[in-house]
């Protein structure tokens, strides 16, 4: 069987709060970098992003080193898919910042999205050292998965589930690596487990039937599929569990 899809951590937005050191009173709150900031977190609770960048370039234009500016810069940034720019503020803030796992994180993902696997990587064994840190364990284990390199996966993966057992993206991932690694009968529960955390995730079934079809249990795969089948709407989706029911009936 060919790779199956597995599921990829988006980043979270987390607002961070003000440290101590930036309350300062200032007699112009507007030029205050606090205060800009302050303006910018209420825009991106309501969805104003231009409008949060307005706010956090003031801030910035006031005091460069305004640490909670700086990572939620990156954040708008990422999501307005500026990756560019939010690695450049993600890096301005970790200056200011190096031992938060979280933005290490961040800006791993940032750097994925910019095809750096290296700096990539470099990020997620900062964050994992930091506080073990099971979004960037995911990320090292899918950047191994995603270069064949199995038993550090498995590895990294299961380091992310010990920190948060309740990821089904987490116990997918494992069950992918278990099946590329033929140990198909490992990879059911892992897969299972996944189903029963997200049990409307198509993707997950569809895994499950490959396990199962792997494990020389066809009856168990023909019947899942069957009834995730009137399930799907993406007709794509249908043509690929058509073809494993098909492959099934063949092979019976």
Excluded: W
């Amino acid at each position: 069987m060919s790779r199956s899809r597995f599921a990829v951590l988006a980043l979270t937005f987390a607002v961070a709060g003000c440290a101590s050191t930036q309350k300062k009173t200032i007699k112009d709150p507007e030029k205050d970098p606090q205060n800009q900031y302050e303006k910018a977190v209420i825009s991106v609770r309501y969805g104003l992003e231009d409008e949060a960048l307005k706010y956090l370039n003031l801030a910035l234009s006031l005091d460069p080193a305004h640490a909670p500016s700086l990572l939620l810069l990156g954040n708008v940034q990422y999501r307005k898919g500026n990756y560019g720019e939010a690695a450049a503020a993600f890096e301005k803030y970790l200056a200011l910042r190096p031992n938060d796992a979280e933005a290490h994180v961040n800006l791993g993902l940032t750097y994925e999205k910019l095809g750096m696997a290296e700096k990539t990587e470099a990020e997620y064994v900062t964050a994992l050292g930091l506080d073990g840190n099971p979004t960037a364990a995911f990320g090292l284990a899918k950047l191994s998965y995603e270069q064949n390199k199995l038993e550090p996966a498995l590895e990294y993966i299961r380091k992310a589930i010990e920190k948060n057992a309740k990821s089904a993206a987490y116990y997918n991932l494992q069950g992918v690596i278990l099946n590329q690694m033929h140990r198909y009968a490992d990879a059911l529960p892992s897969f299972q487990t996944a189903l029963l955390l997200a049990p409307d995730d198509a993707y997950v079934s569809i895994n499950l039937g490959i396990a199962f079809i792997n494990n020389k249990e066809p009856a168990k795969a023909r019947e899942l599929f069957e009834k995730l089948l009137p399930k799907v709407q993406d007709e794509e989706l249908k043509t690929k569990i058509n073809e494993y029911l098909k492959f099934i009936k063949d092979n019976s």
